[in-house]
């Protein structure tokens, strides 16, 4: 990567720009704070915020939330939006973890509920839900059943009664992206996915009982059912080898073909194609078999939560209530169109490690939510818990619709496994009353909550800005991690 130093100018309390020099086309936009580009120190990804803005086709600027830090080409964090005609789209852009989201299930139980039965929650979840590196989990799909999960997503889950056509309702685009082609998916990648499918993965993936502490906008708690006390439980998993896969296959067709492009770039790691290239529109079409994949494991792992605690509790799913709130996807490029110089313009939004934040009244939100606007999720670290934040017509006139998706990191996993050498990890957590087990030896000193930035300084930022507003925070109560 070349070195270029990077020229931050605040514009007000919550964004600082990064003028347009050498070959950026547009320039950059970072939501933050002093305190939080203080913390961020050498981190790279103002770096990588300038060099997205090289990249051919991007419109209006090349933008960050606050909970950026440093990712393969794109940083994490990261949003840009290309012109469908004259633009390209780059498999950094999305991450490794093509459709890795959160999805929120709450629930008719108190803390009272389960506050003797914490320790034998988290033992059967952590049971019953397959966690881990390269984890495998019941299933073994045949190539036909594997084709079916990569086109039709969550509604393939549900048709194998892992869950309600009402689970479909409050996913983001149904559960299902449009155009997936498994033809456009390697044999490697298919093989990857066979056995993985139900399985949570490595290190930051995480399945987490939680209850609501506070609630800051009554109204819209009241529409996502939200209300103190209220035990809900946050899933934070994607694609697992087969995305990872595709990714990888991705990059490499692309990187070869770089000179092609016959645009200079910054760092190859920008590897991309026009959208409208045979590339691009195989990658766009392998894209959504992860996405959908994806999908398709969140309802699985939410169908065995909801049994276990079924089992742990002996209620009945009636008394349970465990109802999706809603899953959003935060590794994702999508066709979306908006307003742009006063024209509606057809664009290919990039968010890396970023949420969609749709308002009140976009035609994409389910009828349940249109009147108050996307339910968006954020967590924390495996000591805090997580926000329940809404979308806003200002993320959608401002940053295409889109806001932070968790803390971010502010250590790598080399360096948090150092600075908590000899610690008891999981005896700190138990003494802040958050229960954790992790299947990887490491991950429990990889994941400390030092090893992120503090949530309500992000969600501060986002808030303040008006990129989504804060609804509910949620405490952890326990965790499973991989
Ligand atoms: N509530 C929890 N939040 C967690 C945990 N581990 C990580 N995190 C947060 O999730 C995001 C996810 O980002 P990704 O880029 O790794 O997909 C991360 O930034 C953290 O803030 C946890 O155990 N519980
Ligand atoms: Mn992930
Ligand atoms: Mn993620």
Same mark, same amino acid.
């Given at each position: 990567?070349?070195?270029? %130093?990077?020229?931050?100018?605040?514009?007000?309390?919550?964004?600082?720009?990064?003028?347009?020099?050498?070959?950026?086309?547009?320039?950059?936009?970072?939501?933050? #704070?002093?305190?939080?580009?203080?913390?961020?120190?050498?981190?790279? %990804?103002?770096?990588?915020?300038? &060099?997205?803005?090289?990249?051919?086709?991007?419109?209006?600027?090349?933008?960050?939330?606050?909970?950026?830090?440093?990712?393969?080409?794109?940083?994490?964090? @990261?949003?840009?939006?290309?012109?469908?005609?004259?633009?390209?789209?780059?498999?950094?852009?999305?991450?490794?973890?093509? &459709?890795?989201?959160?999805? $929120?299930?709450?629930?008719?139980?108190?803390?009272?509920?389960?506050?003797?039965?914490?320790?034998?929650?988290?033992?059967?979840?952590?049971?019953? +839900?397959?966690?881990?590196?390269?984890?495998?989990?019941?299933?073994?799909?045949?190539?036909?059943?594997?084709?079916? *999960?990569?086109?039709?997503?969550?509604?393939?889950?549900?048709?194998?009664?892992?869950?309600?056509?009402?689970?479909?309702?409050?996913?983001?685009?149904?559960?299902?992206?449009?155009?997936?082609?498994?033809?456009? *998916?390697?044999?490697?990648?298919?093989?990857?996915?066979?056995?993985?499918?139900?399985?949570?993965?490595?290190? &930051?993936?995480?399945?987490?009982?939680?209850?609501?502490?506070?609630?800051?906008?009554?109204?819209?708690?009241?529409?996502?059912?939200?209300?103190?006390?209220?035990?809900?439980?946050?899933?934070?998993?994607?694609?697992?080898?087969? @995305?990872?896969? +595709?990714?990888?296959?991705?990059?490499?067709?692309?990187?070869?073909?770089?000179?092609?492009?016959?645009?200079?770039?910054?760092?190859?790691?920008?590897?991309?194609?026009?959208?409208?290239?045979?590339?691009?529109?195989?990658?766009?079409?392998?894209?959504?078999?992860?996405? &959908?994949?994806?999908?398709?494991?969140?309802?699985?792992? $939410? /169908?065995?939560?909801?049994?276990?605690?079924?089992?742990?509790?002996?209620?009945?799913?009636?008394?349970?209530? $465990?109802?999706?709130?809603?899953?959003?996807? /935060?590794?994702?490029?999508?066709?979306?169109?908006?307003?742009?110089?006063?024209?509606?313009?057809?664009?290919?939004? /990039?968010?890396?490690?970023?949420?969609?934040?749709?308002?009140?009244?976009?035609?994409?939100?389910?009828?349940?939510?249109?009147?108050?606007?996307?339910?968006?999720?954020?967590?924390?670290?495996?000591?805090?818990?997580?926000?329940?934040?809404?979308?806003?017509?200002?993320?959608?006139?401002?940053?295409?619709? #889109?806001?932070?998706?968790?803390? @971010?990191?502010? =250590?790598?996993?080399?360096?948090?496994?150092? *600075?908590?050498?000899?610690?008891?990890?999981?005896?700190?957590?138990?003494?802040?009353?958050?229960?954790? =087990?992790?299947?990887?030896?490491?991950?429990?000193?990889?994941? +400390?909550?030092?090893?992120?930035?503090?949530?309500?300084?992000?969600?501060?930022?986002?808030?303040?800005?008006?990129?989504?507003?804060?609804?509910?925070?949620?405490?952890?109560?326990?965790?499973?991690?991989?």
């Amino acid at each position: 990567m070349s070195k270029i %130093s990077v020229t931050l100018n605040k514009l007000d309390a919550c964004r600082w720009t990064i003028p347009k020099t050498g070959g950026m086309r547009v320039p950059g936009v970072i939501y933050t #704070s002093e305190a939080l580009l203080r913390e961020m120190g050498g981190d790279e %990804s103002p770096q990588q915020v300038m &060099n997205v803005a090289y990249l051919p086709g991007i419109v209006k600027y090349s933008l960050a939330m606050p909970d950026m830090h440093w990712g393969y080409g794109f940083p994490i964090g @990261g949003v840009a939006a290309f012109d469908v005609k004259s633009g390209v789209i780059s498999p950094g852009g999305v991450g490794y973890d093509i &459709n890795c989201g959160c999805r $929120m299930i709450t629930s008719k139980l108190n803390f009272e509920d389960i506050r003797d039965r914490v320790k034998d929650l988290v033992v059967a979840l952590f049971h019953n +839900i397959p966690s881990g590196v390269g984890s495998t989990g019941v299933l073994k799909l045949s190539p036909k059943e594997e084709r079916q *999960v990569l086109t039709q997503g969550s509604r393939w889950a549900v048709s194998q009664g892992y869950g309600s056509e009402e689970d479909i309702e409050t996913t983001e685009d149904h559960g299902a992206m449009a155009g997936a082609d498994p033809d456009k *998916v390697s044999p490697r990648a298919i093989e990857r996915g066979r056995d993985q499918l139900g399985t949570l993965g490595s290190g &930051n993936h995480f399945l987490e009982v939680e209850v609501v502490e506070e609630i800051f906008d009554p109204e819209v708690a009241a529409a996502f059912g939200l209300s103190v006390g209220q035990v809900a439980v946050l899933i934070h998993s994607g694609s697992r080898g087969l @995305g990872y896969q +595709i990714c990888d296959d991705y990059l490499a067709r692309m990187v070869k073909k770089m000179n092609e492009l016959g645009v200079p770039l910054p760092d190859r790691q920008l590897a991309c194609s026009w959208l409208e290239s045979q590339a691009g529109k195989d990658y766009l079409a392998a894209m959504a078999c992860a996405a &959908n994949y994806a999908w398709a494991n969140r309802q699985m792992l $939410m /169908h065995w939560t909801r049994e276990t605690f079924e089992k742990t509790l002996r209620k009945s799913p009636r008394e349970l209530g $465990m109802k999706l709130l809603y899953d959003v996807c /935060h590794n994702i490029a999508k066709l979306e169109t908006f307003p742009v110089d006063g024209k509606m313009m057809e664009l290919c939004v /990039h968010r890396k490690g970023a949420t969609r934040s749709f308002p009140p009244g976009h035609p994409a939100l389910p009828v349940c939510y249109r009147k108050v606007g996307q339910p968006v999720l954020i967590p924390g670290d495996m000591g805090t818990g997580s926000y329940v934040m809404v979308g806003t017509e200002k993320a959608y006139q401002e940053t295409f619709g #889109s806001t932070c998706h968790g803390a @971010g990191r502010v =250590m790598s996993r080399a360096q948090a496994t150092r *600075v908590s050498s000899g610690r008891q990890v999981a005896r700190e957590m138990a003494e802040r009353g958050v229960l954790v =087990m992790a299947s990887g030896k490491g991950t429990l000193k990889e994941e +400390i909550p030092e090893a992120y930035k503090k949530l309500d300084d992000v969600v501060d930022v986002v808030h303040r800005a008006g990129l989504s507003r804060k609804v509910a925070r949620l405490k952890s109560v326990c965790c499973i991690k991989g």
